[in-house]
């Protein structure tokens, strides 16, 4: 239940009940949502009014800013705000169909999203998202204007239920730049405005943003513009930037900026917000109408979680006549009318029902066998009507047979609609003697009963237990209870007890399905696979294997230890103990807690002693465990148990998915301790139409796919149907790899947090779970026509060579992909608008045939060059129905080095590396030298391995290496004669003493140090192959004289120690090097995820610090001049005349000592931020690196969130 810490709430629907979007309506103009405050929430000292009031501001000011956005179009008119069950002397209505875990608009206390809302989106553009995530201490914040927070609102909202994005991006974020490489070659933030923005940059350390000659930033993570507070007449946009008083409306069509890398243009092919907008169903025929007051009708609800106590009364003769006796017969209804006096008076909202039930159900009509009498009633209304009920009881004669399998299927069915409002308790009083027609299996039904919420209290009597409904209590975390007969009302008070505790407390489910598996099996082909038990769970583990009655089946467990036990065969081995049943259950408790770890299961089929045995009968393994009883409930405690929360992009305004506009989007998230959700997941959708499966639909938590642009928890993939119909979706996920984050709001303080657009998430080692049916979704206007866009695409120069300019490029291959290639142009728009005439570009080295899902694809490419002019390139990927799409664009600067071509080779490598310039829509990751602390795990790549070359380049064009550097996949050897050769204007051909070729199979740690101005000698240095890290002490030199003393190489077994300079406008002196001849060990070949190098010197006031397998990190010198304050921003580009224009196009010009401004007049926010850490995303380019990529929130005062 939604309200218990403890239970594993999961959000699925029958019926349509509970997907996206059905809260949200749209009558006329006005939208009608649903707000609510999480329990965790503790209720203030004046009972939550401050909170609610401010709540209700909030809301008002988004309504009208919405409403002036949208051009008098849409506003919110109607808003009921939900408050936490445990919230008492508050004037809220009772309510039993919205909770918390329904809403669009979510309060919390989300300290992981640094106290600013995101939302939880599709990652389809014009694909409606599912849920806002508001943090209280956002309503709460007396430092921001209403206006502020409603604007920052209402760009949550727009990507809630508009499918559009944020158009501004993140500090030290690869894929999202804050900063990016206009194809005029200097740095530009990455923002959409229809015209210029005033402002200056800013480090966060308070020093100077350092931009050279060219409007190259180097100190790109610590920089940031900072808006004018007054005197803007930027409009737009409310996703960019939106805390300014000019800024009021969504991007438009003539005023979009179209260059940026943020995630609308990636996403959204370059269109702005209103183009999406305006294709969406909410504005197809919608007037506007202004003068309209838009202030909100609020409604103050209350949904006390409760659980629904559903009665089902079997009225069949029992098997044991004496409970026919009036004496017991009376003992039943004052045991029933206790139970109704006691929630009565003690929890009066309770919802109860009557229902019963008598002989064999024979038909295959699901809900025609259980009689529901009286519906679900507050019992405080209707306890009059269930007395009468009681009082009216009495058996049927001559009916001595009934079927329990088909009152739990008829119950499931109308219970499981309270799910997330409460839950539902099905109680069950019958006698032992039961038959099925086998259309309800034990293990089917126990998983829908644990999905839904319900839990099952059996009450039987009888002269013999056959164990069936304990064996199924066991299977579903349900209560079971027996006697031969009733002798007194004392047999039902435990029974009354635990009904009244669980809808005074809630329901805690504590026990979920670890593995289930459906298929045939052979003779002498038997079944085996894993299972992993985590250290939440471990008790009460049961394994169930459902058979037919015929053949022999052997279940053999093998623990994480080594230990094996063999599943004894239980004598109750039919489907619900019915001797005439055709499905056998073998079952069992593993004894004692089962050990954490990975378990191996193994079964055995024989048929050898059955001659009419199936040759290949198809047979079902269930797996389930219970909680630890360590871990069990205490008030206060960490929730044992993950909550799973599956997702559906239902179409606006429907009960289905409606192809002819978008994809079905398939979500699932695993919120954990309430607030922290489960990363490192390997996740999977499979999805049946007709109880056949029709797509097994990988789910991602990478960013790097469409639908899933975030790494947040989230894990996303997208459906494409073939058939209209209702389709269902099982769930499977395992402890296993992937990344973290979540896109955010960008806030005027800006600071955030550490590299780009991520939230955290936490661990769960061991986990594992199997949901069956945990979506049903109905779909229209099948077939759809397959649209694959790539996300990720990016890419650096490699140089110019016999009038070819030659890039790498890489990306990840999107959702049902049937080919893919690389276009170029040397226009931009031609190639944007018209991409499918544009030619092909060339690809040197890498394969485009892998057309999987999430792979990852590097390439070289070539394409002819003109001097002066940009090449762009894009991703032209087709899916079925030979739709065609393409991903935002990459060019290279306008004059690229010369650099010979040489096809990246697997062997040693020579000695030259090339020359590299990044003009991309994503800048390479880039600091102040004096600031660098990193460590660098060099992850598992798919890309090409390639060749150490000489880097060489001028002072006229900035330098660059690429964020993917291809690597050898064998030992690089450390031979005397592969030295790196740096030239430059400043020291002409004069050499300068490479470092040495490295082998490498782990990581490299790179420890960067400011050295006051002086001369600074590098001593020899002893350096070997090693198998384990290589450290990098790289050195930050002010203008001094730099003497490089003789290197000498020697073999060792660990590590490399290499210092690289920084050097500063200086004169350069070199001395001879020696290197001794390393001995290399021809049986340790590298992988791709092992090998490594570093490079060092000088190279046209830059200097290289070290390269590894998917990124160098390199700085630029800090450029020399005298004090002045940062310049304003200077874009003079008229877009009326056509022309790009805004801040993001701007060209600083060279930086001097940078000055702060005075007062807050050249600050939108005076409170000073602390500076930020750094952390090298470029491990998001390995699909093996995914669990690596971690998330620092730095400073509390950063805002930035959003999804």
């Not at 992993?532 to 089946?553: H, Y």
């Not at 259950?585 to 055995?604: E, F, H, L, M, S």
């Not at 890290?1029 to 003497?1043: G, K, L, N, R």
């Amino acid at each position: 239940m939604a309200s218990s810490p403890y239970i594993v709430t999961f959000a699925v629907i029958v019926l349509f009940s509970g997907m996206a979007d059905l809260s949200i309506v749209l009558e006329g103009n006005g939208y009608s949502i649903v707000v609510a405050i999480s329990k965790d929430i503790p209720q203030p000292a004046d009972n939550g009014t401050e909170l609610i009031d401010k709540l209700k501001d909030l809301l008002t000011e988004a309504s009208a800013i919405l409403f002036k956005a949208t051009d008098d179009k849409v506003y919110f008119k109607s808003i009921d705000i939900v408050i936490p069950p445990s919230w008492k002397g508050t004037e809220a209505s009772n309510t039993s169909t919205t909770s918390f875990q329904l809403a669009d608009i979510r309060l919390n206390s989300d300290s992981a999203s640094n106290d600013l809302p995101h939302t939880s989106h599709s990652g389809k553009c014009g694909v409606a998202g599912d849920f806002i995530s508001l943090p209280v201490e956002f309503v709460m914040d007396s430092e921001e204007t209403d206006e502020v927070k409603a604007k920052g609102l209402v760009q949550q909202w727009a990507q809630l239920r508009y499918g559009v994005f944020e158009e501004h991006g993140f500090p030290n974020d690869d894929l999202l730049p804050y900063f990016y490489r206009h194809p005029d070659g200097y740095d530009a933030v990455s923002s959409s405005n229809d015209t210029e923005i005033k402002g200056n940059l800013k480090s966060l350390s308070d020093d100077d943003c350092e931009v050279d000659e060219f409007g190259i930033i180097s100190n790109q993570g610590e920089c940031r513009f900072i808006p004018t507070a007054t005197g803007q007449t930027a409009t737009t946009s409310l996703m960019s930037f939106h805390w300014l008083d000019s800024v009021i409306s969504f991007s438009k069509a003539d005023k979009h900026d179209k260059k940026p890398p943020h995630r609308q243009n990636r996403l959204c092919s370059s269109r702005s917000s209103s183009e999406i907008m305006a294709s969406l169903p909410d504005f197809d025929s919608i007037a506007p109408i202004p003068g309209q007051d838009t202030k909100p009708e609020f409604q103050l609800l209350q949904n006390k979680m409760i659980p629904v106590v559903y009665l089902a009364i079997d009225k069949s003769q029992p098997s044991n006549p004496n409970i026919t006796e009036p004496q017991q017969l009376n003992i039943f209804r004052k045991a029933c009318s206790n139970l109704f006096r006691f929630l009565s008076e003690e929890v009066p909202d309770t919802l109860v029902a009557w229902s019963t039930f008598e002989n064999v159900d024979f038909s295959d009509i699901e809900g025609s066998y259980l009689i529901e009498e009286l519906p679900p009633t507050r019992i405080q209304d209707g306890k009059q009507d269930l007395d009468e009920k009681i009082n009216d009881f009495d058996y049927s004669d001559n009916v001595v047979t009934r079927d329990v399998s088909a009152v739990i299927r008829d119950a499931e069915l109308r219970l499981s609609k309270y799910k997330d409002v409460g839950g539902s308790i099905l109680y069950i009083i019958t006698s032992n003697e039961s038959e099925t027609n086998d259309t309800v299996t034990e293990t089917n039904m126990a998983e829908k009963l644990l999905l839904n919420n319900i839990k099952l209290v059996v009450v039987e009597s009888g002269e013999n237990l056959v164990k069936d409904l304990f064996r199924f209590s066991v299977l579903s975390q349900g209560s079971h209870y027996f006697t031969p007969f009733w002798e007194s009302t004392a047999f039902f008070t435990p029974i009354n007890t635990e009904i009244l505790n669980d809808c005074q407390n809630g329901l805690k489910t504590e026990r979920r399905m670890i593995t289930i598996r459906k298929d045939s099996i052979q003779t002498g082909n038997p079944w085996t696979g894993y299972f992993s038990i985590d250290e939440t769970v471990g008790s009460n583990t049961t394994v169930v294997l459902e058979s037919p009655t015929g053949g022999s089946f052997t279940v053999t467990l093998t623990s994480p230890s080594g230990n094996i036990l063999t599943l004894e065969k239980q004598p109750e081995e039919n489907n619900w103990n019915d001797p005439a049943s055709s499905v056998k259950v073998v079952w069992q408790r593993i004894p004692d807690t089962t050990a954490t770890g990975r378990w191996i299961y193994k079964v055995d089929y024989d048929s050898s002693s059955c001659s009419t045995c199936d040759a290949e009968p198809e047979i079902h393994l269930q797996i389930g465990s219970s909680i630890r009883s360590e871990t069990s409930t205490t008030p206060g405690s960490k929730p044992p148990l993950p909550t799973f929360h599956p997702w559906v992009s239902l179409t606006p305004g429907s009960n289905s998915v409606d192809l002819s506009r978008h994809p079905v989007v398939i979500q699932a998230r695993f919120d954990y301790a309430d607030k922290d959700r489960l990363g490192g997941l390997m996740a999977t959708a499979n999805v049946r139409l007709n109880s056949a499966v029709v797509a097994s639909v990988p789910l991602f938590d990478t960013g790097l796919m469409d639908s899933d642009i975030s790494k947040d928890g989230i894990y996303s993939g997208i459906f494409y149907p073939e058939a209209n119909g209702i389709y269902e979706v099982d769930f499977h996920a395992v402890h296993g790899s992937s990344a973290k984050g979540s896109n955010r709001l960008l806030n005027s303080d800006q600071n955030s947090y550490c590299c780009g657009s991520s939230l955290p998430t936490t661990t769960l080692n061991n986990f594992e779970i199997t949901v069956n049916e945990a979506v049903h979704f109905e779909v229209q206007n099948a077939p759809s026509k397959t649209v694959a866009i790539v996300s990720d695409f990016l890419g650096n120069t490699y140089g110019v060579d016999q009038n070819l300019v030659y890039a790498d490029l890489r990306w990840t291959v999107p959702f049902n992909t049937i080919s893919q290639t690389v276009k170029y142009s040397e226009d931009y728009e031609q190639l944007l608008n018209n991409f499918g005439s544009a030619p092909e570009a060339t690809v040197e080295y890498g394969l485009l045939n892998d057309t999987e899902a999430g792979t990852s694809v590097f390439v070289y490419v070539s394409a002819p060059y003109t001097e002066g002019k940009n090449v762009y390139f894009v991703v032209e990927t087709t899916g079925k129905g030979n739709t065609k799409t393409c991903s935002n664009l990459f060019w290279t600067e306008r004059n690229p080095p010369k650099n010979v071509f040489t096809t990246p080779g697997p062997t040693t490598p020579s000695t030259t590396t090339p020359s590299t310039t990044t003009q991309s829509t994503s800048t390479l990751l880039t600091t102040e030298l004096t600031e660098l602390t990193t460590t660098e795990e060099i992850m598992s790549s798919t890309e090409p391995s390639t060749e150490i070359s000489t880097i060489s380049t001028s002072d006229s064009s900035s330098t660059e290496l690429p964020t993917d550097v291809p690597t050898s996949t064998t030992d690089i050897s450390t031979d005397p004669s592969s030295t790196l050769d740096v030239t430059s204007s400043t020291i002409s051909s004069t050499p300068i003493s490479s470092t040495p070729t490295i082998s490498s199979t782990d990581s490299i740690t790179t420890d960067s140090t400011a050295i006051p101005d002086s001369t600074v000698t590098t001593e020899p240095t002893t350096e070997e192959p090693t198998t384990d890290s290589i450290t990098t002490d790289s050195t930050a030199i002010p203008d001094s004289t730099v003497t490089t003393e003789p290197t000498t190489e020697e073999p060792t077994t660990d590590s490399i120690t290499t210092d690289s300079t920084a050097v500063s406008d200086s004169t350069v002196s070199t001395e001879p090097t020696t290197e001794e001849p390393t001995t290399e060990d021809p049986d340790q070949g590298l992988t791709p995820s092992e090998i490594g190098y570093i490079v060092g010197g000088v190279v046209g006031g830059i200097v290289v610090i070290g390269a590894i397998t998917g990124g160098v990190i390199f700085y630029k010198k800090k450029q020399g001049g005298i004090s002045s304050p940062s310049p304003a921003s200077n874009s003079n580009y008229d877009r009326s005349n056509g022309r790009e224009g805004g801040y993001s196009n701007s060209r600083y010009p060279a930086s001097t000592p940078y000055t702060s401004p005075s007062g807050s007049g050249g600050v939108n926010n005076t409170r000073q931020p602390e500076s930020l850490g750094r952390q090298d995303m470029n491990e998001i380019q390995s699909n093996e690196a995914y669990d690596n990529i971690g998330v620092t929130i730095e400073d509390d005062d950063m805002l930035m969130t959003a999804m």
